[in-house]
């Protein structure tokens, strides 16, 4: 098994330790090249969803991640990875990879709660601690989207295919149990 992880800006290196962790062998994705081999997982980690929206194209690796995900590679993507994969962004013309039938706002809960910790119900594993970080909600969803978590009237973390995206970042609170989730249906793909 080896998991690609999109390099490229912000917050990869946590991403990586929670793989070590779990001894999973993982490569980082920061040009083509980095796309060679097959991978039987991605993460797109937290940053700046503009910044790393701009980055992959312009080092070439928009249109072939596209059809990674596109071909139902597993995908755990947190934060500004959720919305590269929104299909709309609220208040921005042109989104990403546009592969959840979803529409998310951007630094949706305002300067005073840029960065907040909670901990909420997440779909079968019980109370998971949450860190947001100048976070996005999920404003509605579209067909065949599952709701993982929403606190209080927000959606915060939902499944489409293979593709899990958070707003929260779990690898910041060492929490492994949504990265075992993920790791076990790039087993199963
Ligand atoms: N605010 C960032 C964005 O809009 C996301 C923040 C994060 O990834 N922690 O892309």
Redesign the pocket.
């Known amino acids: 098994m080896k998991i690609g992880i999109l390099a490229v800006q ?1 917050a990869f290196s946590e991403q990586e330790l929670i793989l070590e962790k779990l001894h999973v062998p993982f490569q980082e994705i920061r040009c083509e090249k980095d796309l060679q081999e097959d991978f039987d997982g991605l993460i797109l980690p ?5 910044v790393q929206g701009k980055l992959l194209k312009e080092l070439n690796l928009f249109h072939p991640l596209l059809n990674m995900i596109q071909n139902d590679v597993p995908v755990l993507a ?3 990875g959720m ?1 590269l994969l929104s299909e709309k962004i609220d208040g921005q013309e042109s989104p990403y990879f546009k592969t959840i039938p979803m529409n998310v706002k ?2 949706a809960y305002g300067r005073q709660l840029g960065s907040f910790h909670i901990t909420s119900e997440y779909k079968n594993l019980g109370r998971v601690p949450m860190t947001f ?4 909600y999920v404003i509605n969803t579209g067909h065949g989207v599952s709701i993982l978590s929403q606190t209080g009237q927000q959606i915060t973390a939902v499944q489409y295919r293979r593709q899990t995206a958070l707003a929260f ?1 779990p690898e910041l609170d060492k929490y492994l149990h949504i990265h075992r989730n993920f790791l076990e249906m790039c087993s199963r793909a």
């Open positions: 912000g937290g940053g700046e969803s503009t947190t934060c500004a919305i951007r630094n970080i100048r976070a996005p970042h």
